[in-house]
């Protein structure tokens, strides 16, 4: 391919394609601080012919070479001058790099995935250069595939809990903003992306051929339009009112603002008076403000950290739950691979799973064990003197092994309380929590034998034990 980029270090590219979140935007792109003319070069090339070819978004490059300058200190650091030199050491001393940098912005320590984003963004280039410019890089590969795999990632519940969506879906019945109020519900009845639903067209609902309603949409992501969705008479209603709540700004703004949903007027800045597209930092801090009016709280008591995407895997959740076939999801929610629906939505979406997930029992030190595990002195004290012997499981301690002058039915049955609040476990006992998982997984996987229910108690016992192993591995390591 002939890489006839601009010569100049700072370009300045617009967003031509008519589809795009962003089309008609400028993105600034400055080449002047790369350590070297080579790797310049590479760059430069990298950005012109995924801009030319459309393979990536230029709202996406601009995030990629904010996050390869990281790479790129490293390299001024370390004298590294061209890709052909890189060797896996390098690799190494640059996660080590990432691991004792801190922000400039913020001052703190990069969190996980910030950390592995910015090694990401240096594997895309260099698995670029494999295919268009091999000559330019080492002919052995550098990546283990080990590197920042994601086991000491942060555990969060992606779905809404019930109790918080139902506090949401009341407050919707007062809230003012119409383009909050209605977005949410297209949220909940798509699991839409939030590009994708400020980018709605009026005419996005059509009469179904046999009955009912569907709604269309472009796929933003992905490139193309979404298949028809039967949609909610909830949803149907939010775009007819929306569409009316928009109609006289819609007269007011030119001809590409016609045909949109989300448009308003901007009242400050430089585009004052000015009819736009919503964008997602407006919705975002809506959706902040709409938590702290109507005192939209969690299971502790604490606002609820809400975000428009956590719509889209409540969405796929349920359905998970109510045993919708994964292909069905695959398809509601525009994913590429199946494998990504397996991956991010959990098999069973209920409070007890979250909470289960929230208190599984793991320290660092059995002797470090307060007051706020028991319920009274008196356990405490027992626990301190039986924790070698009535207290102790092949895989951790029980808190409260006796109940009445009896042993707990659970602990006699089950002998690994995994869910249960008074079971603790460190990382002394990683490796037996390591074996169990092994075989767990094993007999799932020969199925046969097992019926369907307890396969399910497999799949759920296997979820929590993988907290578990994440949770004692984080701790090994320090973190």
């Not at 795999?149 to 992606?158: E, F, P, S, W």
């Not at 869910?419 to 074996?435: D, F, G, M, Q, V």
């Not at 396969?455 to 759920?460: A, L, T, V």
Request: hydrophobic share 35%; aromatic share 12%.
């Amino acid at each position: 391919m002939n890489f006839n980029y601009p010569q100049e270090d700072n370009w300045w590219l617009e967003d031509k394609d008519p589809q795009s979140q962003h089309y008609g935007r400028k993105f600034h792109f400055h080449f002047e601080d790369l350590c070297s003319d080579v790797i310049k070069d590479i760059v430069k090339s990298y950005v012109w012919e995924n801009y030319v070819t459309g393979s990536r978004t230029l709202n996406y490059l601009c995030t990629w070479i904010g996050s390869f300058k990281w790479f790129n200190r490293y390299a001024i650091q370390a004298k590294l001058f061209n890709f052909k030199e890189l060797t896996n050491f390098n690799i190494c001393m640059f996660v080590s790099f990432l691991n004792t940098t801190t922000s400039i912005k913020t001052g703190n320590k990069l969190a996980y995935q910030t950390r592995k984003k910015k090694l990401d963004s240096l594997k895309s280039i260099i698995h670029w250069c494999q295919i268009h410019k091999p000559d330019v890089i080492p002919n052995d590969e550098i990546f283990t595939g080990n590197e920042f795999t994601g086991v000491n990632r942060k555990l969060k519940i992606d779905f809404i809990p019930d109790e918080v969506l139902k506090q949401i879906n009341n407050a919707l019945k007062t809230e003012g903003n119409p383009y909050l109020k209605y977005g949410i519900i297209i949220l909940e009845s798509t699991g839409m992306r939030i590009g994708d639903l400020l980018n709605l067209q009026i005419d996005c609902i059509k009469p179904h051929l046999i009955s009912g309603y569907t709604m269309t949409w472009f796929d933003h992501k992905n490139r193309k339009w979404h298949k028809p969705m039967p949609v909610r008479t909830e949803c149907i209603e939010a775009v007819r009112l929306l569409t009316e709540a928009t109609n006289e700004l819609r007269k007011e703004g030119d001809d590409s603002m016609s045909v949109l949903l989300f448009i308003h007027k901007v009242y400050k800045g430089s585009q004052s008076e000015q009819i736009m597209t919503l964008n997602n930092h407006t919705f975002k801090y809506w959706l902040n403000d709409f938590i702290k009016r109507n005192n939209i709280i969690d299971s502790n008591g604490k606002l609820y950290h809400l975000t428009s995407h956590q719509f889209r895997r409540t969405l796929g959740t349920d359905m998970l739950s109510k045993g919708i076939n994964l292909n069905v999801i695959q398809e509601v929610l525009g994913h590429t691979s199946i494998a990504n629906t397996k991956r991010f939505y959990a098999t069973v979406k209920d409070k007890e799973r979250a909470e289960v997930f929230k208190t599984i029992g793991v320290i660092g030190n059995i002797n470090q064990l307060d007051i706020s595990h028991f319920e009274n002195e008196t356990e405490r004290i027992w626990f301190n003197e039986h924790k070698e012997d009535k207290a102790a499981l092949c895989d951790g301690y029980c808190t409260k092994p006796i109940y009445d002058g009896k042993i707990c039915d659970r602990l006699l049955k089950r002998q690994k309380c995994y869910s249960c609040s008074r079971y603790i476990t460190t990382p002394e006992y990683l490796e037996a929590h390591k074996k169990h998982l092994t075989e767990l997984e094993r007999q799932l996987a020969e199925g046969g034998i097992y019926g369907e229910h307890y396969k399910e108690h497999f799949i759920s016992t296997i979820e929590i034990l993988k907290i578990i192993i994440e949770r004692l591995e984080a701790l090994k390591n320090g973190d």
